[in-house]
């Protein structure tokens, strides 16, 4: 009997454009490539039990919640352009001590990000860049959440050490 992961890998394969087109309702087509390459990743991951009984209304559902992922991040990031394009319009030209300040902080910030150390590199990205939940980065490296967590407060911690200077 084919694992979940077998059944589900076969079956994005042959539902790839109707997935799309799935897809499409919520999302650009590149978004919606990048979402269906996410799920890929996503389904060579699940568990072999239980069986999944329906693995084509999994898939779909899978699908739902990767386009409504998406738009949620996509709200955080309009936001984000928003607050800093009002950040931009209170105060027109910046005086050049805060500029340097500013970039100084952002470099420190980057090299600290850089050098994190593994595995609290790789899941702080699966989290923060790629999206993932606490609990998928869990079940995608086979570790516990309550790991995934620390790691992530780790990062947080150095990254907020070099914010500050230190």
Do not use: W
């Amino acid at each position: 009997m084919p694992s979940n992961a077998a059944v589900l890998t076969s079956l994005l394969v042959t539902e790839r454009e109707r997935l799309l087109r799935y897809l499409g309702r919520y999302l650009d087509r590149a978004t919606a490539e990048d979402a269906l390459q996410s799920m890929y990743f996503k389904v060579i991951a699940v568990a072999g039990e239980p069986p999944i009984a329906d693995a084509r209304n999994y898939l779909y559902r899978l699908a739902h919640h990767h386009a409504v992922d998406q738009g949620r991040s996509e709200a955080r990031r309009r936001k984000l352009r928003e607050a800093a394009a009002a950040c931009l319009e209170e105060e027109e030209t910046p005086d050049t001590a805060r500029v340097a300040l500013a970039r100084d902080e952002l470099e420190r910030v980057a090299r600290a990000a850089r050098e994190l150390p593994e595995p609290s590199k790789r899941i702080f990205m699966l989290n923060r860049f790629e999206g993932l939940t606490q609990r998928e980065i869990a079940q995608l490296l086979g570790v516990s959440s309550t790991t995934v967590e620390k790691h992530i407060q780790r990062a947080l911690r150095l990254l907020d050490q070099a914010r500050g200077g230190g």
